[in-house]
């Protein structure tokens, strides 16, 4: 009897533990740590710009925390994004908000300790799966036109059905106070240093009459079968925040002149298919943005910057595009393919129009220099004398755009621990800004090495060479335009 009670009392303990341990989250944490050593030779591309070196790290922490079956609460933070050394403010007593500059200023962020980025909760409700709060956006396809290090607050549903998967998304992008107006000038802002290709300031005017909200909504599906996968997505993106810079896919002032530019919204929308595809040795990715709307000009009153006329003109029509393509085939231990990307930029002759396609995005680092996120955010736009172009050189910064791309690459896997790259790219703008000497970005060549120390820990080793075309000179056809290259070292720690 007393080991039949001591039996029991066993059981008892081990199911009462099992419940104690059930009624706990159970934590999953993921993350990254790089540190990235970089020298840039004249990334102003001008032969009086300064060379650049500096070693920059990020420590990235995401939590997803299971607090029981059907309900999850996921969040994430980065700290420590900064460059070595990096202080507040720089000695030329720009601020930490401003792009670098070729020679002087501040890096693009002075990030905090902590930046604490996504906080959302995922539960299984209606047959499908809800996402609420700030959580991740702009990912859709094959990543050449998302992002996947802003976060924006909102609500998506997901329904999954066999081999298709089915979802409606509402982001919240911008709700501002309504009391900045932006206008577009000739030239960059003195305060934004040499190679800024952000030509807008703050005016300082109050906006009556607008509801200063970016909303995006969007609807998709997506099919996946054995070697791969295709899927559609409608957007609708409407934005009435005044015009505020970068805030939307416009991304500049498709109005012209100097001064204010008044109040205005702009509703969009967005058709994009992909196809990933995975047949043998072959793989072939695509993707297509078509992007559509009216840009509404809404001039309530007169006030406006001191001398400067109140601006006319009416709505702008959008009709832009962007295409991305990349077959590949791999042989043995090698592999080659062909990166194509081309987006449409703005036709500047055509005052009532604005022709430019989707940007490509802040997760598409298709070189080691040109349209690259790390370089641009540590040693600045690559500009010359292209600042004039009203925005058209983002091609060259962290955003791709107005842009044609021819890019042949080849990879040799050494051995499991040792993967070598090779690539060559031939850059162009698809529309040429009025009065440049030409539309020729020009053309990089990149060789990097990646070794694994172990699975989770990598060391890259990388150099690259720019040669730069006459799109750099501007307007200006006596601009002494110079060639770059830069080396680079990283060590990543993923888990």
């Given at each position: 009897?007393?080991?039949?009670?001591?039996?029991?009392?066993?059981?008892?303990?081990?199911?009462?533990?099992?419940?104690?341990?059930?009624?706990?989250?159970?934590?999953?944490?993921?993350?990254?740590?790089?540190?990235?050593?970089?020298?840039?030779?004249?990334?102003?591309?001008?032969?009086?710009?300064?060379?650049?070196?500096?070693?920059?790290?990020?420590?990235?922490?995401?939590?997803?925390i299971q607090i029981?079956?059907?309900?999850?609460?996921?969040?994430?933070f980065d700290a420590l994004e900064r460059a070595w050394g990096e202080i507040a403010v720089a000695n030329t007593g720009t601020t930490p908000s401003q792009a670098p500059t070729a020679g002087n200023g501040a890096y693009r962020y002075w990030e905090q300790n902590i930046s604490?980025?996504?906080?959302?909760?995922?539960?299984?409700?209606?047959?499908?799966?809800?996402?609420?709060g700030f959580k991740q956006s702009r990912v859709w396809g094959t990543c050449a036109f998302c992002d996947?290090?802003?976060?924006?607050?909102?609500?998506?549903?997901?329904?999954?059905?066999?081999?298709?998967?089915?979802?409606?998304?509402?982001?919240?992008?911008?709700?501002?106070?309504?009391?900045t107006s932006w206008f577009r000038a000739s030239g960059p802002p003195s305060s934004q240093g040499e190679g800024s290709a952000e030509l807008f300031g703050l005016a300082?005017?109050?906006?009556?009459?607008?509801?200063?909200?970016?909303?995006?909504?969007?609807?998709?599906?997506?099919?996946?079968?054995?070697?791969?996968q295709a899927g559609l997505r409608f957007e609708m993106d409407y934005d009435?925040?005044?015009?505020?810079?970068?805030?939307n896919?416009?991304?500049?002032?498709?109005?012209?002149?100097?001064?204010?530019?008044?109040?205005?919204?702009?509703?969009?929308?967005?058709?994009?298919?992909?196809?990933?595809?995975?047949?043998?040795?072959?793989?072939?990715?695509?993707?297509?943005?078509?992007?559509?709307?009216?840009?509404?000009?809404?001039?309530?009153?007169?006030n406006v910057a001191a001398g400067v006329a109140a601006p006319t003109g009416g709505d702008v029509d959008r009709a832009g595009y962007s295409i991305y393509l990349n077959p590949k085939y791999t042989a043995g231990a090698w592999y080659g393919g062909l990166e194509f990307a081309m987006i449409s930029g703005d036709d500047q002759t055509t005052t009532d129009k604005y022709e430019a396609g989707v940007p490509g995005g802040q997760a598409w680092d298709p070189l080691l220099m040109f349209g690259n996120y790390w370089y641009y955010k540590y040693h600045g736009y690559m500009a010359g004398n292209a600042s004039n172009s009203i925005g058209q050189n983002?091609?060259?910064?962290?955003?791709?755009?107005?842009?044609?791309?021819?890019?042949p690459y080849v990879g040799w896997k050494v051995n499991p621990q040792l993967e070598l790259v090779a690539q060559y790219a031939w850059l162009k703008a698809q529309q040429k800004p009025l009065g440049f000497q030409g539309d020729s970005y020009g053309s990089e060549f990149d060789i990097y090495g990646t070794y694994k120390i172990y699975n989770n820990l990598s060391y890259t080793v990388g150099f690259g060479y720019f040669w730069t075309g006459d799109y750099y000179r501007g307007t200006n056809p006596n601009y002494q335009i110079s060639d770059t290259w830069m080396v680079t070292n990283a060590l990543n720690l993923t888990f």
């Open positions: 009897m007393k080991k039949l009670l001591i039996g029991f009392l066993a059981v008892g303990l081990i199911m009462g533990f099992a419940m104690t341990a059930s009624a706990q989250p159970n934590i999953k944490a993921s993350g990254q740590l790089y540190m990235q050593g970089t020298y840039a030779d004249r990334p102003g591309l001008n032969t009086s710009s300064l060379s650049r070196a500096n070693i920059a790290n990020r420590l990235r922490m995401q939590f997803e029981q079956e059907g309900l999850k609460l996921t969040t994430r604490f980025e996504r906080a959302y909760v995922t539960f299984n409700a209606l047959y499908g799966v809800f996402d609420v996947d290090y802003d976060t924006d607050p909102g609500i998506m549903y997901t329904y999954m059905m066999g081999p298709w998967t089915f979802a409606a998304n509402w982001d919240k992008r911008a709700n501002t106070d309504g009391n300082g005017t109050n906006l009556p009459g607008t509801n200063n909200d970016h909303d995006v909504y969007q609807i998709w599906g997506i099919y996946r079968w054995a070697t791969g009435a925040a005044g015009g505020k810079a970068l805030s896919q416009s991304i500049l002032n498709p109005f012209g002149g100097v001064g204010q530019m008044g109040e205005y919204t702009t509703t969009f929308y967005e058709i994009a298919p992909y196809v990933q595809w995975n047949y043998g040795p072959f793989n072939l990715e695509g993707e297509l943005r078509y992007i559509w709307g009216k840009i509404q000009r809404n001039v309530l009153n007169g983002l091609g060259t910064g962290t955003y791709e755009m107005n842009l044609i791309m021819f890019k």
